[in-house]
């Protein structure tokens, strides 16, 4: 089974591409699936889809052609499937605070659902074999970093404060009750949220593996656009997801000869160069802008014509790991590529048995192993294109912050 995540910009063209490599992997006979990411959906707009203007079939996939379906979700249903109790509490604590009932609904739906639902049909179709391939039409760069670091951010806080935080709510609710009419979280709410996490299990693992999972950036021979591609492929990275191939679309095709474009066309010839350099030795699949517009079954298929030519959509176009942890001469290692990174763009924090790592604006957290939590000094530098992390053993350390330490990369 294959997961291919097609991600970029807004407006590069990620949906067109995602939809034309469905029509071509379902055209060799594999059973795919393309799910939108975006909650802006327009998939069934591209395969030009007679229904009215807002269904998305209650959620549910729909055949659009042989071996292949497209599903938009729909929140609502999904508030009913997966959120029940979660919902229901929420809208109880807005209601308390004098918000009408059927305005606490709807501001109960919190950022976030939409995409843990997402999460969860991905981890059931992988777990069930259902489909050979899953196209994911992704939201907007920031969006989609966000959907990808839910498995990890719901680990630390199960991990780190969920189970303390039943615990008060189970004590503290008899006392709360006498004293305000706020209500505390009941036992049916922690159930669903322990429920809601055991059904994710498992994703995070399918996300990560660069045989099963990678990722393709769309984007355009742009500076701007080719900016937004850099950090996109960093931040991948930081998630430990491979990017296997970047699509420059919209490029100029040499038969546009009118002088208008001369500048418009060197200027993208210059970008394209950029874009080579940057990426290498990810692969570069390069598309030109079309005539018209692409909508439907036919042009969608010419778009994967010129993407792919005779190569299989599902092959993985480069192997490297992002992310590695290996131990020498006692020590343990972990590399985590990070291209186009200065040193002081990253803070690293150890404390206990999580690694933080900030870059920008996005932070990861990274639960160590039980040895390697152990260690007392860490310390890191950025080699090319690689951060190198490496752990301390106990005895080799020198400073003891019980196991606490903010660290930053070496010259």
């Given at each position: 089974m294959r997961i291919l995540f097609f991600a970029g910009k807004g407006g590069v063209g990620k949906t067109s591409v995602a939809a034309a490599t469905g029509i071509k992997t379902a055209q060799a006979g594999k059973k795919t699936l393309i799910m939108s990411l975006d909650v802006a959906h327009s998939l069934g707009d591209i395969f030009d889809l007679e229904r009215d203007l807002i269904d998305q079939n209650r959620g549910r996939p729909i055949e659009v052609g042989k071996n292949l379906w497209i599903q938009e979700l729909d929140i609502q249903e999904e508030i009913?499937?997966?959120?029940?109790?979660?919902?229901?509490?929420?809208?109880?604590?807005?209601?308390?605070?004098?918000?009408?009932?059927?305005?606490a609904e709807e501001l109960a739906v919190l950022p976030g659902m939409e995409e843990i639902s997402l999460l969860l049909y991905i981890n059931r179709y992988a777990q069930a074999k259902k489909y050979d391939a899953i196209l994911l039409d992704c939201a907007p760069t920031g969006e989609s970093l966000r959907f990808i670091s839910i498995p990890t951010t719901l680990e630390w806080y199960i991990k780190k404060v969920f189970k303390l935080e039943r615990a008060i709510a189970r004590f503290a609710r008899p006392v709360a009750k006498r004293f305000y009419d706020v209500p505390l979280p009941g036992e049916d709410?922690?159930?669903?949220?322990?429920?809601?996490?055991?059904?994710?299990?498992?994703v995070e693992?399918?996300?990560?593996?660069?045989n099963v999972t990678t990722v393709r950036l769309v984007t355009n021979p742009e500076k701007i656009v080719l900016k937004e591609?850099?950090?996109?492929?960093?931040?991948?990275?930081?998630?430990?997801?491979?990017?296997?191939?970047?699509?420059?679309?919209?490029?100029?095709?040499?038969q546009v000869k009118d002088a208008y474009f001369d500048d418009w066309r060197e200027r993208q010839a210059e970008y394209i160069r950029q874009a080579e350099a940057y990426f290498s030795p990810i692969p570069i699949f390069p598309i030109n802008l079309f005539r018209g517009e692409i909508l439907g079954s036919e042009s969608l298929g010419l778009l994967a014509d010129q993407i792919?030519?005779?190569?299989?959509?599902?092959?993985?176009?480069?192997?490297?790991?992002?992310?590695?942890?290996?131990?020498?001469?006692?020590?343990?290692?972990?590399?985590?590529?990070?291209?186009?990174?200065?040193?002081?763009?990253?803070?690293?924090?150890?404390?206990?048995?999580?690694?933080?790592?900030?870059?920008?604006?996005?932070?990861?957290?990274?639960?160590?192993?039980?040895?390697?939590a152990a260690s007392k000094s860490v310390?890191?530098?950025?080699?090319?294109?690689?951060?190198?992390?490496?752990?301390?053993?106990?005895?080799?350390?020198?400073?003891?912050?019980?196991?606490?330490?903010?660290?930053?990369?070496?010259?």
């Open positions: 009913q499937n997966n959120w029940g109790d979660i919902h229901k509490y929420i809208s109880t604590l807005l209601n308390t605070t004098g918000l009408d009932e059927v305005l709410y922690f159930k669903a949220v322990e429920y809601l996490f055991q059904r994710l299990q498992g693992e399918i996300l990560a593996d660069p591609t850099q950090r996109a492929l960093m931040y991948f990275s930081l998630y430990k997801m491979t990017t296997d191939a970047v699509i420059i679309n919209r490029i100029l095709p040499d792919y030519g005779d190569r299989d959509p599902l092959e993985r176009f480069f192997v490297g790991e992002p992310y590695s942890l290996d131990k020498a001469d006692g020590k343990y290692q972990m590399k985590i590529r990070l291209p186009f990174l200065q040193k002081n763009d990253i803070d690293l924090n150890k404390v206990a048995d999580e690694l933080i790592i900030r870059v920008g604006s996005f932070k990861r957290h990274v639960l160590l192993p039980r040895q390697v310390n890191a530098r950025l080699e090319g294109a690689d951060l190198l992390i490496q752990f301390e053993p106990e005895s080799a350390g020198k400073e003891d912050n019980h196991g606490r330490g903010k660290k930053r990369c070496a010259p």
